[in-house]
């Protein structure tokens, strides 16, 4: 059987399937090459290597870019109900800014870390209150409220929290 030569289209190819979010073995599968080439041609390619480096430094900045949103609240839940007579109502809710994100980012951003004075300016800027006790699962309960149709007062109450605390 005949080895597959390398192939001046690789490091394209390999940087879109790494920017993609496939993994080495992916990558060397949809290249048509064995695992042990894939890392062959990382060590003898320096532009191999590169492409996938910058596909795995974009998907990265995508998922900053989408905990960024979800940080500040820039994201939507859309709820689709049926009724029996099968119209269609569709429901857009924006979320609010949720706290483990804004937690994550801080901490994947070091600018904060080092100083508590910005992060508490981020917070006043972010309009989080001091005392506001979040709960892990806080998210994941509102979407299933507000998927059964509760109004926003409504998930409040079920969340054990005010509507103020909840839009905060």
């Keep these: 059987?005949?080895?597959?030569?390398?192939?001046?289209?690789?490091?394209?190819?390999a940087g879109e399937y790494a920017a993609k979010g496939l993994n080495n073995i992916e990558i060397a599968v949809q290249l048509g090459i064995s695992e042990d080439t894939f890392y062959v041609y990382q060590r003898q390619y320096p532009e191999f290597a590169e492409a996938i480096a910058l596909g795995r430094l974009?998907?990265?900045?995508?998922?900053?870019?989408?905990?960024?949103?979800?940080?500040?609240?820039?994201?939507?839940?859309?709820?689709?109900?049926?009724?029996?007579?099968?119209?269609?109502?569709?429901?857009?809710?924006?979320l609010a800014p949720d706290l483990k994100a804004i937690i994550r980012w801080l901490e994947r951003n070091q600018q904060y870390a080092d100083d508590g004075k910005e992060f508490a300016e981020f917070q006043t800027n972010m309009n989080i209150p001091a005392n506001l006790k979040y709960v892990a699962d806080f998210p994941e309960r509102a979407?299933?409220?507000?998927?059964?149709?509760?109004?926003?007062?409504?998930?409040?109450?079920?969340?054990?929290?005010?509507?103020?605390?909840?839009?905060?």
Excluded: W
Aim: with cysteine.
């Design 1 to 13: 059987m005949a080895k597959l030569k390398y192939d001046e289209s690789f490091p394209e190819r």
């Design 58 to 94: 974009a998907i990265e900045d995508k998922a900053a870019g989408c905990l960024m949103k979800l940080a500040m609240g820039d994201c939507f839940v859309v709820t689709v109900k049926r009724s029996a007579g099968g119209r269609e109502t569709k429901t857009v809710r924006r």
């Design 143 to 168: 979407e299933f409220h507000a998927g059964n149709g509760d109004t926003d007062s409504q998930i409040a109450k079920r969340l054990g929290i005010s509507p103020a605390s909840f839009y905060s």
